[in-house]
């Protein structure tokens, strides 16, 4: 929604003064924002400001990321919301978008496309814009921003203007792409950093690397459920199936793992081989259930998903497979571990390697999830004794 507190230069009437307005405002006061909604929504109000009738502006934001190919952060006239929608590579490969400016300006190389949608001898192949001429829209332009990374950003605008826009607004727009893209540049890394740190580290630890927790030996005394599970036979299984096959089994098993531990505050420390860590902090005594019920319901639904997936399997004519789980509670050390060049995030201490015995004595024991005594002890669950064992 247009600021009615801004006040600048017309863009028809100087576009000079219009131009410079907006220009210091990028180079003194936009570098300060954090997120790209505050940018997308700033930059809207000023070129409606500037007497450019913008009324829908995208900004697209195409980027390295293990699970989408990019985001978009939408504008609309009318509202001072930012939506943001995430563009999974599945998503890319929809006619939809590969019939698109989107995948000109990705794939082709173009650096900008406008669309006259007012006017009859202008081209509307593509079927977004049909959707933006029947929403009244008179014109529309994409355009490529420039970047030092392998990063693609591109924006994209419409107006309802009868004859379009004007030379001078579309004058506008284009010098203030440099700007655009230097911000853009910037924000794009910083989000891409964090997201791949939460992607590969996990969201805690990745956070905690952001603010400069990065030292060697660095670590600190948490107290903590340990959630470790590993996959029964996974090594006959290497020896036995192809390449392919065992990559797309591991992931099937770490989605029936990883998402009912993550959903329930659970933190993924790691992948090892078939195996998965991760934990449940708490700080305070009357927090010590709570973690405990997380964790036992985050194993619960794992075991289910498994039982889901091997009836998939077994339809498939494919081997099914086991789980094991362990879970124990108490004070681990949380930190970075490793090699001066090579860091790990990661908890270590008796309560870790004690996790990791218990859950070897799931398979001799029959039983797919087992507590220790100190997890049972505090867990309001109820549970079956079976023994004292040698650890």
Known sequence: MEDSRLSLPNVNDDFEAARAAIVDW??????????????????????????????????????????????????????????????????????????????????????????????????????????????????????????????????????????????????????????????????????????????????????????????????????????????????????????????ALLNDYFDCVGPPVRARGGEILKFIGDAMLAIFRFEEDTARAAACTSALDAANEAVALIDELNARRMDAHEVPIDIGIALHLGDVMYGNIGAADRLDFTVIGPAVNLAARIEGLCRPLGRRVLMSEAFATVSNATHEPLGAHTL
């Open 26 to 247: 990028y180079v003194n006061d936009a570098w300060r924002y954090r997120h790209p909604h505050s940018l997308t929504r700033e930059t809207c109000q000023r070129l409606n400001a500037a007497g450019v009738p913008i009324h829908v502006f995208n900004a697209w934001v195409m980027t390295l990321h293990p699970n989408y190919f990019g985001v978009v952060h939408a504008w609309q006239q009318g509202s001072e919301e930012i939506t943001t929608q995430v563009a999974t590579h599945e998503m890319w490969n929809t006619p939809l978008v590969q019939d698109s400016p989107l995948a000109v300006v990705r794939d082709d190389g173009a650096s900008a496309i406008r669309r006259k949608l007012c006017d009859p001898a202008w081209p509307v192949e593509y079927a977004v814009l049909e959707e933006y001429a029947a929403d009244g829209s008179t014109d529309y332009v994409a355009m490529r921003l420039p970047s030092r990374s392998n990063g693609i950003y591109m924006i994209s605008t419409a107006t309802r203007q009868p004859g379009g826009f004007t030379t001078a607004e579309l004058r506008l727009i284009d010098a203030l792409v440099p700007h655009m893209a230097r911000l853009t540049d910037i924000q794009a890394l910083n989000y891409l950093a964090t997201t791949l740190l939460d992607t590969y580290v996990g969201k805690d630890a990745g956070e905690r690397i952001m603010v400069g927790n990065i030292r060697r030996g660095s670590v600190e005394t948490i107290r903590a459920v340990i959630w470790l599970c590993d996959m029964r036979d996974f090594t006959r299984l290497s020896d036995t199936l192809p390449s392919d096959k065992l990559v």
